[in-house]
């Protein structure tokens, strides 16, 4: 039994040493390295994105382009997502969930059809945000419904 485990432990020895498996282990390193610099989103780039995607939800939703309402509550739903993967470092990503019930209503509405609902849970969305932004000391970026369009160059 003996001479068994040690003629395998010097197989395992041998193949670790084969000059192969040296540079396969500098290929792996060298992709590691590349992987751990490659571009990450930071937070703010996914909560301005979230910022579009909300002013273009309000205008979708108050012309009743349901379609396009459901584009961009799924495209806010997304960038949440996203930011909970990668900057999930960010300890304000842990507050996301709050504003799962206004999305949820928001949902609700388009899927009636049903302006005044998804008026109603546009407020209580916005309203998530600022709460969520006071919560990690972010009170100073407050958000607020829309006034005009986002883009002139889109019809709603």
Request: glycine fraction near 4%; include cysteine.
């Amino acid at each position: 039994m003996r001479a068994r485990i040690l003629a395998l432990s010097l197989l395992l020895l041998a193949c670790n040493s084969q000059p192969g498996s040296h540079k396969l282990q500098q290929r792996v390193d060298s992709l590691e390295k590349q992987l751990n610099n490659a571009y990450k989103p930071g937070l703010g780039e996914f909560m301005s994105s979230i910022q579009v995607h909300h002013a273009k939800l309000y205008f979708a939703g108050r012309h009743a382009n349901w379609k396009l309402a459901d584009f961009e509550v799924h495209e806010i739903m997304e960038a949440l997502e996203d930011s909970k993967t990668y900057a999930a470092d960010r300890p304000e990503t842990k507050l996301l969930p709050m504003l799962n019930p206004a999305l949820d209503s928001i949902n609700a509405a388009i899927a009636k059809k049903d302006t005044a609902a998804f008026n109603g849970a546009f407020v209580l969305f916005t309203a998530g945000c600022n709460h969520c932004h006071a919560a990690v000391h972010y009170e100073f970026n407050k958000v607020k419904i829309p006034a005009a369009p986002p883009f002139s160059n889109q019809d709603f």
